[in-house]
Nanobody
Framework: QLQAFGGGLVQAGDSLRLSCRASGRTFTNYVMGWFRQAPGKEREFVAH????????NYADSVKGRFAISRDNAKNTVYLQMNSLKPEDTAVYYCAAATSLSANYTFWGQGTQVTVSS
């Protein structure tokens, strides 16, 4: 129901745009989030956006470099990643929650982002 894609191997300073396409159900009014998990580390929050109002929030580590957005007509959420750093290397996941206070209950498969120095 959530499919993430767009990862790849890039150099430090490059940009990538991840996409997360929702299908099979409507995610109107859901909160859509991006998370990442680096090798040997726990999964961490990256950013979220509310589907209807477009309110956003970011982890401190990506503020000013990453931008989350959504296209309601395409049922797709994006994560534009600029000025990538080697520490951004991780598997990136998109997820959906019914509200800002709810747990994320829908998860997509991950997409690998590797940033070389």
């Amino acid at each position: 129901q959530l499919q993430a894609f767009g990862g790849g191997l890039v150099q430090a300073g490059d940009s990538l745009r991840l996409s997360c396409r929702a299908s099979g159900r409507t995610f109107t009014n859901y909160v859509m989030g991006w998370f990442r998990q680096a090798p040997g580390k726990e999964r961490e929050f990256v950013a979220h956006i509310t589907w209807n109002l477009g309110s956003t929030n970011y982890a401190d580590s990506v503020k000013g470099r990453f931008a989350i957005s959504r296209d309601n007509a395409k049922n797709t959420v994006y994560l534009q990643m600029n000025s990538l750093k080697p520490e951004d290397t991780a598997v990136y996941y998109c997820a959906a929650a019914t509200s800002l206070s709810a747990n994320y209950t829908f998860w997509g498969q991950g997409t690998q982002v590797t940033v070389s120095s």
